[in-house]
């Protein structure tokens, strides 16, 4: 029987070879689409999901709330990963690292150095329990030793090869690393680099005891409660059994014992599942931006949105085109066909021309991948689209439309009355259903519309964050790192760059006025005999920092000359927190900071604060020429390369950086035009498809109106 079914569904399909092309573009196209949207979200769905007792595994993030104002910080205060280890219950593992990007110096077996390579990603400072928490297969070398003494670093396979330049990684053990200038290590083990999805892709482990006995204490408040920065991190897993919420309790408690909290200021630890690394964009992810599950969500609606614009065209045509198949329906249901029996042979019709479309869909993925690169995940594997869960989702996805199209088509031209059909009495399912037709026409197009308008809104909404005022200048300024090493070389470098006359101000500095680094610390102000305690987000620059990026003072005056932190330059919200309306009247106020004093000396105009850079560079404008900017750029260079030989010296515009973290919605908005186009090329498909129907069923008036006169254009007119 359903080898009949068969038949007769191709020999269908290959006599209207138009109609089955146009059914088939329009589902091929949307399946597609569906399939890549599949592969996209099932990639980021599969990130950390490998680890043991993930369920259990959270990281520790800091949400600070100030006059009802909320900070989000992946990071903690360092001391309380200790706490969190000797002090609270419920909690099996905590392990707290450091984020660190050095350059790196490789010594030869005599102490010399052998190879250099520039700052490294993907390295931290941990300890032994990170192991325990994250599984690494071991190549040489234990996670109960390796990391327990000072100075010690193990290393993934590719590192060792890469460093080493050896065949077998596990030679590696015992040579020597430095990183930055101070830090020599000696390789203590080797893990297999981890080859599933991970947001932990970390590639260096570097012992946490050497920060305590190293120049790396200077970096960060190791006993400092009030201090939180997003370079350390703590990860904890809890007891099987314990609640996320017994342990946020726990956390809260710890907090309010280390210190009187004032009334304005609440500070939370929370608990952020493995499972949302991946996803929350409140908090920083590591080596990539974090995705984001409404855009993901998005896409999965749209890729339903497409395969109904695809239906909805084989749904129409083959309605449409009902009365041609009149007289085989009449024929089967007098020979005793049921209407069953004829519904089901609809839908194996469109079974077949579903299957054809998921073959050539398969055929095209690979391409729509290349094509649309730059908005696919890194990383998603594509190279082979005949694994088994991708099977079962074109065989699912395809078994659902065939029964969805082929279903109504079955159902309303199985209704035909043989007798009617027989006596040559005029069937027309088109006019008959016109209704429902018209309707699902009007459907996709209002779906192609929406997509326009969405796609217009999207690119507008853009354009304004691009081109609005964020409270300071970002055109024509460039910011790089200098390796971290004696102040010598980077005063001589401050000399040497003053005097290329194309550069207009020079600022040392820390994070720039918007960027994603955050460093926070607590701040009290005395007023009176009353005391204000508050976090704030603070911002390290020297006296040309304004200068640079043209940030006006609206009280006050600018910062002086200094090596340490002697003064204090505010913004409007802070002077609000301070419970002061007009600037002047906060110059000269103190501030304490770290047990000293330091006054306010200036106050400027809010500006959006979200670039970690030492020295920022305002170029001079030149309009219409870029000859100026190119020279500039080649003196910097050679200034840098006799400065820092080993260090490639790369930099980038603050503008483009700024353009850089609306990547994801400029991306989003290339991606809905591209989306936009694709439906309304299916819905005109569907509508190419009734046109030439509708035309078919008019070709006796068409060639009348020709015979009395009328112009093949007036005819097309007409149409």
């Known amino acids: 029987m359903l080898k009949n079914y068969l038949i007769i569904a191709w ?15 329009g589902l091929t196209i949307s399946i597609s689409v569906a399939l890549v949207v599949y592969l996209i979200v099932q990639h980021e769905y599969s990130y950390d999901t490998f680890h043991k007792d993930r369920d259990r595994i959270f990281r520790v993030v800091t949400n600070v709330f100030i006059l009802g104002e909320e900070y989000n910080n992946p990071g903690v205060p360092i001391p309380l990963a200790e706490a969190a280890r000797e002090q609270m219950t ?48 071991w190549l040489a070398g234990t996670p109960e030793t390796s990391l327990n003494d000072p100075f010690k670093v193990v290393l993934t396979e590719s ?11 596990t030679d590696a053990m015992g040579r020597e690393i430095i990183y930055g200038d101070s830090i020599q290590t000696v390789v203590s083990g080797i893990v297999k680099d981890i080859d599933k999805l991970t947001d932990l892709n970390f590639k260096e482990f570097i012992s946490i005891s050497t920060v305590a006995i190293s120049n790396l204490q200077n970096r960060w408040s190791l006993d400092d409660w009030d201090f939180v920065n997003s370079d350390f991190q703590l990860m904890v897993k809890l007891t099987e059994g314990v609640g996320q919420q017994s342990i946020e309790q ?171 059909i027989l006596k040559n009495t005029r069937i027309n399912a088109y006019s008959r259903k016109s209704l429902m037709q018209q309707t699902l026409t009007v459907v996709q197009f209002m779906v192609a519309v929406f997509f326009v308008v969405s796609t217009l809104i999207v690119a507008s909404q853009i354009r304004y964050a691009l081109i609005k005022d964020l409270g ?58 009353d005391v204000l305690e508050t976090h704030v987000q603070l911002k390290f620059g020297d006296e040309n920092y304004l200068n640079v990026y043209d940030i006006p003072l609206i009280a006050g005056k600018n910062i002086t000359a200094s090596d340490t932190i002697k003064e204090f330059i505010i913004n409007q919200s802070f002077l609000k927190r301070l419970g002061m309306e007009e600037p002047q009247h906060a110059i000269g106020q103190l501030l ?24 920022h560079i305002a170029l001079k404008e030149f309009k219409n020429n870029t000859v100026p900017w190119k020279r500039a750029f080649e003196k910097m260079e050679s200034t840098w390369n006799k400065i820092y030989p080993e260090e490639p010296f790369t930099y980038q515009f603050y503008d483009q950086r700024i353009a850089s973290w609306y990547q994801q919605e400029q991306n989003t908005s290339k991606l809905l035009g591209w989306i936009t186009g694709t439906a309304v090329f299916i819905s005109c498909l569907g509508l190419l498809g009734l046109t030439v129907f509708i035309v078919n069923q008019r070709t006796k008036e068409i060639g009348i109106r ?7 254009g007036e005819i097309v007119i007409l149409l």
């Open 472 to 529: 300071f200048k970002k055109e024509g300024i460039i910011a790089f790192l200098v390796p971290n090493s004696d102040s010598s070389a980077s005063n001589l470098l401050v000399d040497k760059l003053t005097s290329i006359p194309e550069i207009k101000h020079i600022s040392r500095g820390g994070s720039a006025p918007s960027g994603t680094g955050i460093t926070s610390k607590l701040l009290k102000f005395y007023q009176g005999g």
């Open 706 to 712: 020709k015979v009395l006169g009328v112009t093949i």
């Open 11 to 25: 020999r269908n399909l290959w006599k209207h070879k138009l109609f089955s092309l146009i059914n088939l573009s």
């Open 592 to 615: 304490e900071e770290g047990g000293g004093n330091y006054p306010i000396v200036g106050v400027v105009a809010d500006f959006h604060a979200v670039n970690k850079s030492t020295f």
């Open 90 to 137: 419920g909690i099996d593992e905590a392990v707290g690292f450091f984020r660190i990007n050095y350059p790196v110096t490789i010594l030869a077996g005599n102490g010399t150095t052998e190879k250099e390579f520039k700052r490294q990603d993907n390295v931290v400072l941990t300890g032994p329990g990170y192991f325990r928490l994250f599984d690494h297969q």
């Open 159 to 169: 590192k060792a090869q890469t460093y080493f330049g050896l065949v077998n990684a």
């Open 250 to 420: 726990q956390f809260l408690t710890i907090n309010e014992n280390r210190h009187d909290l004032p009334e304005t200021y609440e500070f939370v630890n929370l608990l952020q599942p493995l499972s949302d690394l991946h996803f929350n964009t409140n908090y920083d992810g590591f080596d990539r931006p974090p995705a984001n599950k409404s855009v993901l969500g998005g896409l999965l609606a749209v890729a339903m949105l497409l395969l109904t614009l695809g239906s909805i065209n084989y749904i129409n045509l083959t309605t449409a085109r009902g009365n041609l198949r009149a007289k085989e329906i009449g024929v089967r249901k007098t020979l005793g066909s049921s209407r069953k029996h004829l519904v089901i042979q609809f839908v194996v019709e469109s079974m077949v021309l579903s299957l054809l479309a998921a073959l050539s869909a398969l055929l095209m993925v690979p391409l729509i991948i290349e094509l649309f690169q730059e908005f696919i995940p890194a990383g998603l594997e594509h190279g082979s689209l005949l694994k088994p869960h991708i099977l079962f989702f074109l065989l699912a996805l395809t078994g659902t439309m065939s029964i969805l199209t082929g279903l109504y088509p079955g159902l309303v031209l199985s209704n035909f009355q043989p007798v009617s």
